[in-house]
């Protein structure tokens, strides 16, 4: 089983800040099989990003993704008011897929 | 756009057998452009994916829970299903229900918008 780390575990910014959020693999990950996801609280999680870099359909281009191997990074470049959550990285390739901890982002 | 819709009892009892459907609205479950799949998140924890199930009722499983899962689909009334037996607390869990691309790069790129399961005597 691939064991996904996030981090950090929180992060605390104020909106208009920069979010810089990491996901490392026990074991290499293709690309084509990292995503990225959003969840605020009561809602399902979010697709954010897919193949390790590219953005889902009607997601800002605030958002990026980037990494390859072992070692992801999501990255806001803005926060706006709306992206406090938490943020879970996600591998579909070889069964069972997992899932990270996860890495909250809360106001400062 | 799809919609994916879980329905099932909220409240099951200790050693019993978990049953929860997944309505596809809007979109076709035989297309075979995508799996279907069941995740789950226990109350204030991150998310496990259980399985999935392709159109010919091929299935992946999640190993830690292969004993006790079986998926169904039925494609003429756009449903896929999961039951979960001998459930205990542990298993109490908002379930949802995604979609999965069959092709690269494969995400989960459309979700239900979950269901609480309490499993309580």
């Known amino acids: 089983e691939i064991v996904l780390t996030q981090s950090p575990g929180t992060l605390s910014l104020s909106p208009g800040e920069r979010a810089t959020l990491f996901c490392r693999a026990s074991?290499?990950?293709?690309?084509?099989?990292l995503a990225w996801f959003q969840q605020t609280p009561g809602q399902a999680p979010r697709l954010l990003i897919h193949g390790a870099s590219n953005r889902a359909t009607g997601i800002p281009d605030r958002f990026s993704g980037s990494g390859s191997g072992t070692d992801f990074t999501l990255t806001i470049s803005r926060l706006e008011t709306e992206d406090f959550a938490v943020y879970y990285c996600q591998h579909c390739g070889t069964s069972p897929w997992t899932f990270g901890q996860g890495t909250t982002v809360e106001f400062k | 756009q799809v919609q994916l819709q879980e329905s099932g009892p909220g409240l099951v009892k200790p050693s019993q057998t978990l049953s929860l459907t997944c309505s596809v609205i809007?979109?076709?479950?035989?297309?075979?452009?995508?799996?279907w799949n069941w995740i789950r998140q226990r109350p204030g924890k991150g998310l496990e994916w259980i399985g999935n199930?392709?159109?010919?009722?091929?299935?992946n499983y999640n190993p830690s829970l292969k004993s006790r899962i079986t998926f169904s689909v039925d494609t003429s009334k756009t449903q896929f299903s999961l039951r979960l037996s001998s459930v205990t607390a542990a298993d109490t869990a908002v379930y949802y229900c995604?979609?999965?691309?069959?092709?690269?790069?494969?995400?989960?790129?459309?979700w239900g918008q979950g269901t609480l399961v309490t499993v309580s005597s």
């Open positions: 995604a979609r999965d691309t069959v092709t690269t790069p494969r995400a989960l790129d459309s």
């Open positions: 809007g979109g076709s479950l035989s297309s075979g452009y995508y799996h």
């Open positions: 199930i392709y159109y010919t009722g091929t299935t």
């Open positions: 074991q290499t990950v293709s690309s084509s099989y």
